[in-house]
């Protein structure tokens, strides 16, 4: 019987997530795809952490069993001494629901419903939740909290679903090209969002992108080649997203 995961105010280890071995297979025989070729990583509380890789590096594979949409096919995924790697649809989802914010390319908002009022979707179910309007204070939307997608720009509309990941207080965030869809200067105020909510909350935050320039953001800057880290370096100092050179 799999134990339930404790809350955020329980957390006392430097590390948010440890991962040992991770493999991801696809289909069988001939067809196989190795996604993951046993990957090692540790996420550390507070820290930002960008993943570069091509495409089909495998680096959204990662990302999905960091954060509980999948399960590795061998290997293990660990969260406050919480095995995530067992098919278990009720961790997971507990984990989901309590400890993680996602980020996607494209935002997923709800197109009848305000700002606020799709951030509320999370508030409303989370253990102990900020208000809408102080996430949408913190990624610079507190003028359109009362605004519809339709009456947004994209990299507004991606702002607030930052806004909604994080409304939840979680312990990870995880961000899959979260400016794949936008122009540089969209993107720099997504990234500065994304800046301020690490910084400010503490929040642990991985940011997976092809875009190179976006590693000099992060503490760690991971390479992603064919299912595995190919390097890990540490940057001295982070660059804020505006004074990136894009």
């Not at 507070?46 to 091509?54: D, I, S």
């Not at 999905?64 to 995530?84: E, K, Y």
């Not at 994209?154 to 909604?164: F, L, S, T």
């Not at 320039?213 to 390097?231: K, N, Q, T, Y």
């Amino acid at each position: 019987m799999a134990h339930a995961i404790g809350k955020k105010s329980n957390i006392h280890m430097n590390e948010s997530l440890q991962a040992r071995g991770l493999t991801k297979v696809y289909g069988s025989g001939d067809v196989a795809v190795h996604a993951l070729r046993g990957v090692d990583l540790d996420l550390y509380q507070g820290e930002l952490v960008v993943l570069l890789g091509a495409s089909g590096s495998g680096k959204s594979t990662l990302l999905n069993i960091l954060g509980g949409l999948d399960v590795p096919t061998a290997g293990s995924v660990r969260f406050q001494d919480h095995d995530l790697s067992v098919d278990d649809d009720s961790v997971l989802t507990r984990y989901r629901r309590d400890h993680v914010g996602f980020v996607f390319q494209f935002y997923n908002l709800i197109p009848s419903l305000t700002a606020k009022e799709n951030v509320a979707l999370v508030t409303e179910i989370a253990p102990r939740p900020m208000t809408p309007a102080e996430a949408l204070a913190l990624v610079g939307l507190a003028e359109r909290v009362d605004h519809f997608p339709s009456q947004l720009s994209g990299g507004e509309q991606q702002r607030v679903a930052i806004a909604r990941a994080i409304a939840k207080q979680p312990d990870i965030l995880l961000c899959d090209e979260p400016t794949g869809a936008l122009d540089s200067q969209t993107g720099i105020l997504v990234l500065e969002a994304i800046d301020r909510v690490n910084r400010e909350l503490g929040t642990t935050t991985a940011v997976i992108t092809h875009n190179t320039v976006i590693g000099g953001m992060a503490d760690r800057v991971l390479h992603i080649a064919d299912g595995l880290i190919a390097s890990s370096e540490r940057n001295s100092d982070r660059v804020s997203p505006r004074d990136m050179a894009w």
